[in-house]
Nanobody
Framework: QVQLVESGGGLVQAGGSLRLSCAASGRTFSAGAMGWFRQAPGKEREFVAAIRGIGSSTFYTDSVKGRFTISKDNAKITVYLQMNSLKPEDTAVYFC????????????????????WGQGTQVTVSS
């Protein structure tokens, strides 16, 4: 059974930091990619960041560039999202997602690109 389990969410003041972790089991996603999405109340799920399994290229949405960093530990089959300089608008449930393989035209910014999802972890940033 393939599973993604997120951890590390919580309540933090604006300007603070959190590190989210996503541990995978049952599949490595080494030939595909892993990503982070978030969903605020009443809003659609939006792309935050992604990292390719081969080559480790990273991608970010504009609103988090320079503040968030996605990384992975292949040995632990874990992907991380380091979030610095957090803002109240970063408040959302953060989801980890995995894609088993990539093609040349895979667009990792869209939820439909992923075949496995975690249950989500709440991040709340107070002003």
């Amino acid at each position: 059974q393939v599973q993604l389990v997120e951890s590390g969410g919580g309540l933090v003041q604006a300007g603070g930091s959190l590190r989210l972790s996503c541990a995978a089991s049952g599949r490595t996603f080494s030939a595909g990619a892993m990503g982070w999405f978030r969903q605020a109340p009443g809003k659609e799920r939006e792309f935050v960041a992604a990292i390719r399994g081969i080559g480790s290229s990273t991608f970010y949405t504009d609103s988090v560039k320079g503040r968030f960093t996605i990384s992975k530990d292949n040995a632990k089959i874990t992907v991380y999202l380091q979030m610095n300089s957090l803002k109240p608008e970063d408040t959302a449930v953060y989801f980890c997602a995995g894609r088993s393989s990539l093609s040349f035209n895979t667009d990792l910014r869209y939820p439909r690109a992923y075949d496995t999802w975690g249950q989500g972890t709440q991040v709340t940033v107070s002003s």
